[in-house]
């Protein structure tokens, strides 16, 4: 294993805080992200079922040893009932060309299917071995806590939208007080906090890019970074992040950013749509 820095998880488990995000990458795209973060230093690759990319990614992690990468999937909405759980994961870990994932995430909360259904369904997996850890993704305190009060396997991870401009305090301080350790899924804001000025300044002081600020931001925060790319530049450039740190005026100065601005996790769904499936 490589020395990147890890998180403890609610099983003893240890997560890298960063992660090759692979969200709307497919094809040749997809596995040429992976392959070069594989070979640049991150043991960490996350997907989903709702990614499409799932076979490609598998075809990559076939050439490196499966032991020095901590692997996600996710399951869609619309397969949260318990019987569907089981097999999305199954699908998953199939076209994957893996036998286990390190971490399996309920990927959207469905309010049209009990939460206990799915959890019992996630619990299994884990008791079949088909999965080390479980966890929940966009997830607000609330949820997560109506999974708690049921749970016998506990919440590893919630992964949320979570960024410099969309910092979520309340909810980061619920996750470590329960133990869950939170994931920055579009850790950029997608693409809008480069553009920042508190951001950009504090780039320019230390010589960095906006984007290496914001994933340096969040891991001093003991959140897991999820950053996505396609440009075997960046995705090195995203890894350099483990001998520099910001000082208390970075933090002061990027904690200060009023602006509560979600890139996707906006407030109300399209139930309708294939995601969640939740017909009229």
């Not at 901590?70 to 759980?85: E, M």
């Not at 920055?184 to 002081?205: I, L, N, Q, W, Y």
């Not at 995705?235 to 350099?240: E, L």
């Amino acid at each position: 294993m490589s020395t990147v820095p890890s998180r403890r998880l609610a099983s003893g488990d240890q997560i890298p805080v960063i992660g090759a995000g692979t969200w709307d990458l497919a094809g040749e795209t997809v596995k040429e992200s992976v392959r070069c973060a594989l070979d640049t230093g991150y043991t960490h690759v996350d997907t989903a079922e709702g990614y499409e990319n799932e076979t490609e990614i598998g075809e990559v992690l076939a050439e490196y040893d499966r032991d020095e990468v901590f692997l996600t999937s996710k399951v869609l909405p619309k397969h949260l009932n318990y019987g569907s759980v089981l097999e999305s994961c199954r699908d998953s870990i199939r076209r994957l060309g893996v036998e286990y994932l390190d971490l399996y995430l309920i990927h959207w909360p469905n309010p049209a299917i009990s939460v206990r259904e799915t959890w019992n369904a996630m619990e299994r997996l884990v008791e079949e071995g088909y999965v080390e850890n479980i966890g929940v993704s966009n997830f607000s305190a609330y949820q997560l806590s109506a999974v708690q009060h049921i749970a016998d396997v506990p919440v590893a991870v919630n992964q949320i939208e979570y960024n410099p401009l969309y910092a979520r305090s309340e909810l980061l301080e619920y996750c470590r007080d329960t133990d869950v350790v939170v994931e920055a899924a579009a850790p950029f804001g997608r693409g809008k906090a480069f553009d920042h000025r508190t951001v950009r300044d504090v780039a320019e002081k230390h010589d960095r890019s906006p984007a290496q600020v914001a994933l340096r931001w969040a891991i001093e925060k003991d959140v897991v970074v999820l950053p996505k790319s396609s440009s075997p530049d960046h995705i090195r450039s995203n890894f350099d992040l483990f001998d520099w740190e910001l000082d208390a005026t970075d933090h002061e100065k990027l904690d200060g950013i009023e602006e509560s601005d979600p890139a996707y996790d906006s407030g109300a769904r399209d139930w309708t749509r294939d995601t969640y499936g939740i017909p009229k």
